[in-house]
């Protein structure tokens, strides 16, 4: 049985770490991974790898398999992305990254070396059957803005009304 810990900060932005734990559940009833992980949500646009490189993300996988393995995911570059991509492809963006990092946690608990493009493919099939079971539309913020624009547009003609009588 997969069993994910996420340890989460007061700070974390709340509907994203919702978003994380919601998917963290569908990925826990599918039964792809097993044993125990703990993921950590930072602030920070970026976490140290062992070598005090900047990362987006780094899985630390103990050589006693006794440890449970840990996963740093920082969340600090959120809304950078979100403001050039919009919100729902921000967060299959960021989720597929996390979903590539458990297919690094299942390499670590098989011994294998770490397969970056063959996890690459894995978790894009992962967030694309995602997408299909919650059923997440792309075209909702083009939507709302479409809206907000028309909105908009007739509070202005409603006002010019207003002047003219």
């Known amino acids: 049985m997969f069993e994910p810990k996420l340890w989460t900060k007061p700070t974390n932005t709340k509907w994203l770490v919702k978003e994380i734990s919601q998917y963290l559940d569908w990925i826990i009833k599918k039964e792809i991974f097993d044993g125990e992980i703990n993921i950590f949500l930072t602030n920070a646009k970026f976490v140290y790898d062992s070598s ?19 996963l740093y995911f920082p969340l ?5 992305t979100i403001s ?6 921000a967060v299959c963006d960021w989720l597929q990254y996390l979903t590539l990092f ?13 397969n970056s493009e063959l996890n690459n493919d894995l978790a894009d099939k992962m967030i694309y059957e995602y997408i299909d079971f919650n059923k997440i ?12 624009r028309k909105r908009a547009k007739n509070k202005g003609k409603k006002k010019e009304k207003k002047r003219r009588t």
Request: aromatic residues 16%; charged residues 45%; proline residues 4%.
């Open 76 to 80: 600090g570059d959120i809304f950078r």
């Open 137 to 148: 539309s792309f075209e909702s913020e083009d939507r709302r803005k479409k809206e907000n």
């Open 52 to 70: 005090a490189r900047k990362r987006e993300g780094n899985f630390f996988g103990p050589f006693d398999k006794s440890i449970i393995p840990s």
């Open 84 to 89: 050039r991509r919009g919100k729902e492809n």
């Open 102 to 114: 458990l297919y690094d946690y299942v390499d670590w608990q098989e011994d294998r070396e770490f």
